[in-house]
């Protein structure tokens, strides 16, 4: 059994297991992907940050909903299923993303990709 066969046969059991997906290794691989392929890329990376990872509603549009109620969704899960530390670290992740937009501190991987 290959490995790529192992990753798609692996069941999600905890939040974190979508946090990781979620919140790690989908913009790391859609960064990556920016900065070898240029502006195309780049704009979905810039959309995915915004209106999926953010979790910081900003405005009256309220980009960044889709994130907040993601982590929610997921922080409830971890209380149905009473996994105090899955819940936590739900939290924990979420309140750190919440952070890094707040303090617009996305905006330094923003400038080494390309828009035009």
């Known amino acids: 059994m290959s490995k790529f066969t192992r ?6 059991t905890k ?8 919140d ?3 913009p ?3 960064f990556g992907a920016a900065l070898l392929m240029g502006s195309n890329v780049s704009i979905l990376f810039l959309m995915y940050a915004q209106y999926v990872l953010n979790t910081f509603p900003i405005g009256v549009d309220l980009i960044g909903i889709t994130g907040l109620l993601f ?3 997921l922080f409830g899960w971890a209380i ?3 996994n105090w530390k899955d819940a ?3 939290v924990v992740v979420a309140g750190l993303l919440a952070l890094i937009f707040w303090k617009e501190w996305q905006y ?3 400038h080494l990709l390309r828009f035009s």
């Open 7 to 12: 990753i798609l046969e692996m069941k999600v």
């Open 88 to 90: 936590a670290i739900v």
């Open 71 to 73: 982590h929610v969704a």
């Open 28 to 30: 790391a691989l859609l």
């Open 80 to 82: 149905w299923r009473r």
């Open 108 to 110: 330094a991987a923003y």
């Open 15 to 22: 939040s974190w297991q979508l946090l990781v997906y979620f």
């Open 24 to 26: 790690l290794m989908l």
